[in-house]
């Protein structure tokens, strides 16, 4: 698997941060972290990351919700019939 190794934010040569081996499955496979080696920039690139997770999880979670509602319509519209 290739890794962008520029960074997202300003396009600077990623360094890399911690570098870890671990089997999966038979195989013992390489992982690496690259990080701006600008602190400031990498804080701020971690901040986009979350936020778009946190937005990523509250879309999922009303998507539960509203399929949790539909099927409860869909009982209510069963007994009136
Ligand atoms: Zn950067």
Redesign the pocket.
Known sequence: MYLNTS??????DRVQDKSWKEYVGKSLVIYTTNI???AE??KI?EAGLKERKDHLDSILANSLKRREENRRNRKYLKKLH
Request: proline share 8%.
């Open positions: 960074c997202i934010r300003c396009g600077k701006c080696p600008d920039c990498q690139v």
